[in-house]
């Protein structure tokens, strides 16, 4: 005789030595009986009690397990900031205030105060920083800087997306908000100071530089003495009002030879745009040097006149106007 467990009930049994050989085999009734009391079992611990509800989109939904919470918000569904109750609590409450995110196996996120906020200040004053890098650029390859808008847009974007991953691996759920990262920067920093549970400083702070470089665009050139390349364009395609039925460029350019356009800011703080060129006056070569001064209104005016660096009269720039006009 042999002892053998059964594999069906776990009973011991004995056998005679004739049927040693024997094999126990499972039934395929048992198996599965088996298998859909260890699903059962593990289906049920995982659910829990359904005692929590939550808000989202304007909705009271629940109720739902904690487990079941927790799938959302690993999901991005529910975030850290989404309003959640049970029976207990006296009020709703976020997620990040109760202990539900202590089902995770992650840490938690980091404390505001242990974020570095360079990359945000940065970004606070990118509508200055933008607007810099459309001059500089604009000025570098002559063209205007108002077809470099965009500029700003991708820089505000790229800094926006980085901050939003920045946070991310601080342990924040940031799924939410790279809509505004990309389109709409000003929600992005609001909502990002709500997560954090900071002060909208930084939020304040860019809408102020984008206003100031809005209305005063000009300021960039006050303080960096770079000129819009566009400000020559104003010239150009302008006309003075002694002469409407010609451009200051048809007229300089008929008479003018080699004509060169500059523009600058003076320590005055005003722009003005420089002509040279050469014309033949009283039988011989001779430079000119036409400077127009830019006004706060987008007009402009004759500020000086030079043959050879020698300043002249108004008499010398009437006689030399009238004739670049009927030429």
Known sequence: MKSTICPNCGNIVFTPYKLKGLKWDKSKESKNLYNSIDIGLTDQGHQGTKEWFYALRGERLGPVSRHELLDLYKSEKVFLTTKVWKSGMSEWADISQTDLIDLSSEPPPLKAEDINNTLVWILAFTPILGTLLEYIISGAIGAASGSL?????????????????????????????????????????????????????????????????????????????????????????????????????????????????????????????????EITYQGENTQVLMQFKLNNDDSFELYALEFNDVPQDMTTYTVLMNSMYDE
Request: hydrophobic fraction near 45%; include cysteine; glycine fraction near 4%.
């Open 149 to 277: 808008w965009f500029i700003t847009l991708v820089l505000n974007t790229i800094l926006c997306v980085n901050d939003k991953r920045k946070l991310k691996k601080a342990g924040y759920n940031t799924k939410a908000m790279l809509f505004w990262a990309i389109f709409l920067v000003p929600v992005y920093l609001f909502r990002r100071a709500h997560l954090l549970k900071q002060k909208n400083v930084y939020a304040i702070v860019w809408c102020i530089t984008f206003v100031i470089m809005t209305f005063t665009p000009t300021w960039v050139s006050g303080i960096t003495g770079i000129v819009d390349p566009s400000s020559v364009d104003l010239v150009k395609d302008g006309t003075l009002n002694s002469y409407p039925n010609k451009t200051v460029s048809q007229m300089v350019d008929n008479y003018f030879l080699n004509s060169k356009w500059e523009a600058f800011v003076a320590d005055d703080r005003n722009t003005y745009i420089n002509v040279t060129g």
